[in-house]
């Protein structure tokens, strides 16, 4: 689970620790869903230590309360303002980038601490001097840009930055709590408030007028434009997307509305006058073998690509007029990039459940080589991928069950082990095992023909045997 936040020196996102701070983690959640921490500024900063916001005007805010907690804001009442901060003992400040809520001692009870809405984020390695004093519900997977920038940021000696630094926006992607009484989500950002303008120092001169002499129409575009970056931006911590800057390939066109009894070989036939094809794939249903009445046509360059576009558009195929456009498909990179994250996550599964961050600081030298080496199909509806992991999974199954292994029905191999003196006696000891009426039986007794058999099977037979010498008792007393 991630939330965004959208500051003034660039975007950071938080992975929550649910499982380990959950009472944490919702008053964190509820505070971004209804809009507590924008506009807040960055105070504190500490170089290569740490930096504190969370506090909506502030330190220099002579009318700041120093925030509060998700239920002081939705009830309104003062004595709920804090909360008592749990602390989860496996949890340290020993990376950069834990994020952690600030807390205080209650004067009636030094050894509880409570905390509200202020939390902090480390700049520095081995910072445990906050353990203990800080609460951790968190942890940066990327922002590690906008860190930097803080770290370097000019500040007073109190640690406030002379230039403004502050919480835009936040965006959560899953909210698994309920929310609390009285709780009222805006429908929008809302506009800072006259406190939190009368807090600026100096404003960051490019914000400042980096809207000076522009158009409407500019302004609408520029708007859209950061709209669209936050939104795949989402779409990629949610892992729909490789990545936020993702662009689809320029020499590829989408073609719907095709008759089903359209085939591949058809439409290359036909779109083939317009340059060379690489492949032209009608997506299938994997189960039935159905046409879904639309295709992938990649052409070797962009200009015939573009060619084709303007030509077909509209033209009747098996008397169905179908639509041509440019593809929006990302899904070759889409797997490539899993199959890329799945390994890493596996090499860093013994980092204790952080895993990934050094990765992440890669992100620039890892999309140059997924876009340099994605190949392969579409896989729109069941793609190579899936169907491999539906026969691992059947051939897994078929194992658990007894049968065969999915290596053309061999047996599975078993490896011999060399037998130890430990092993020795007890495969002697077998010899002498405990019979049914309490005595030791002798070696003598141990037929070698019970090594194959089940546990049952020595039972029946000896109530065999019993019948066959009690009829042979009952034959030979009739006889006398």
Known sequence: MSVLLETSVGDIVIDLLVEHAPKLCENFLKLCKVKYYNFSPVHSVQKDFSFQTGDPLGPLSQESDGGSSIWGVASGNPALRTFTAFFYPKLKHVERGTVSMATVPLASDPDTRVAGSQFIITLGEDTDFLDGKAAIFGKVVEGFDALEKINEAIVDDKGYPLIDIRVKHTVILDDPYPDPENLREPSSS?????????????????????????????????????????????????GDLPFAEV??????????????????????????????????????????????????????????????????????????????????????????????????RRANAS???????????????????????????????????????????????????????????????????????????RSSDRHHSRRDDGRRADRRDWDPRDRDRRPGDRDQDRERDGDRHRRRDDTYRSRR
């Open 190 to 238: 809302p506009a800072p408030t006259e406190e939190q303008l009368k807090t600026v120092r100096i404003a960051d001169e490019a914000a400042l007028h980096e809207n000076d002499g522009v158009d409407e129409e500019e302004l609408e575009r520029r708007r859209r434009n950061r709209e669209a970056q936050a939104q795949a931006l989402t779409l990629e911590m949610m």
């Open 247 to 344: 662009k689809p390939p320029e020499n590829v066109l989408f073609v719907c509305k095709l008759n089903p009894v359209t085939a591949d070989a058809d439409l290359e036939l036909i779109f083939g006058r317009f340059g060379k094809i690489l492949s032209c794939e009608v997506i299938r249903d994997q189960k039935t073998g159905d046409s879904l009445q639309y295709a992938f046509i990649e052409y070797e360059d962009k200009a015939s690509c573009e060619a084709a576009y303007f030509k077909m558009q509209g033209v009747l195929i098996d008397d169905r007029r179908i639509h041509v456009d440019f593809s929006q498909s990302v899904s070759r990179l889409s797997d490539v990039w899993r199959k890329d994250t799945n390994t890493k």
């Open 351 to 425: 980092r204790g459940g952080w895993g990934g961050v050094d990765e992440l600081e890669k992100r620039r030298q890892y999309r140059a080589e997924a876009e340099r080496d994605a190949g392969g199909s579409y896989g729109m509806v069941y793609g190579e991928e899936e169907m491999k992991k539906r026969h691992q999974r059947d051939g897994g199954e078929r194992k658990r069950d007894g049968g065969p292994s999915p290596r053309n029905g061999d047996q599975p191999r078993t490896r011999s082990r060399s037998r130890s003196p430990r092993r020795r006696d």
